[in-house]
């Protein structure tokens, strides 16, 4: 069964310095991953997404992520922190045989000033 | 932002009243989906449909029922809604250009209260 595991329930990091919110996933096949973000009281907004090609993906908002086919990980990744990054952020891998993304518990990142 | 507009955002209603939240896209994806998302913040599967009249159940078991007549449409409805039901509601589509998957695409949500 695919699925994706988000191990940790908040990231805490000052702004300014480097984030890193983890991810690993578990399929058959070639995965295809997500990173979503959801602001207070909004739906989720797309990040970016792995489908093939290079491992380092480029995303919104200064966001990148790292495929890791070996260590089975797609974790999110920005240089320098901003306090408006503050959100909930949900990693997801499509389920291939049905179409559905699968999504992690997701994990909140506090940037403090 | 997304072409995908959910109504009501915020809704109270009594227990036993009728309910429909509606979700509509106007970018022509095929795909549309149903999410409840706790208050813990987890995102659980509803219902899914996969073009005009297709409509599945989703991961989780949903005392909701959705219907899919026409593709930018896809309302999910409660006949009796209970405080059990107060939750977050996102509504999602997502389309394939060529064999190219697409990202899905969410609408702000509509939160339900019940009581």
């Known amino acids: 069964a695919q699925s994706v595991a988000q191990p940790e329930d908040q990231v805490n990091v000052a702004e300014g310095n480097p984030l890193t919110v983890k991810c690993t996933y578990s399929?058959?096949?070639?995965?295809?991953l997500f990173w979503y973000v959801q602001y207070p009281n909004r739906g989720l907004q797309f990040l970016l997404k792995?489908?093939?090609?290079?491992?380092l993906v480029k995303g919104s908002y200064g966001f990148e992520a790292e495929f890791n086919k070996s260590q089975t990980s797609f974790h999110l990744k920005k240089p320098s922190a901003l306090v408006s990054d503050s959100a909930l952020y949900f990693c997801a891998v499509r389920d291939r045989s049905t179409d559905k993304l699968i999504f992690g518990t997701g994990t909140r990142l506090q940037v403090f000033p | 932002e997304a072409d995908i507009y959910q109504t009501p955002r915020y809704l109270v209603i009594g227990t036993g009243k009728k309910i429909t939240l509606e979700c509509s896209q106007t970018m022509g994806h095929d795909k549309m989906y149903w999410y409840q998302q706790d208050p813990g913040m987890e995102l659980h599967l509803i219902h899914y449909s996969y073009g005009v009249n297709s409509t599945e159940k989703g991961d989780l078991s949903s005392e909701s029922t959705v219907s899919r007549i026409r593709t930018e449409h896809f309302p999910l409805t409660l006949e009796s809604a209970r405080p059990s039901h107060t939750s977050q509601y996102l509504c999602a589509s997502s389309g394939t250009r060529g064999r190219v998957y697409n990202e899905q695409f969410f609408g702000p949500g509509t939160r339900l209260t019940v009581l």
């Open positions: 792995y489908i093939t090609g290079d491992n």
């Open positions: 399929v058959s096949g070639n995965p295809y």
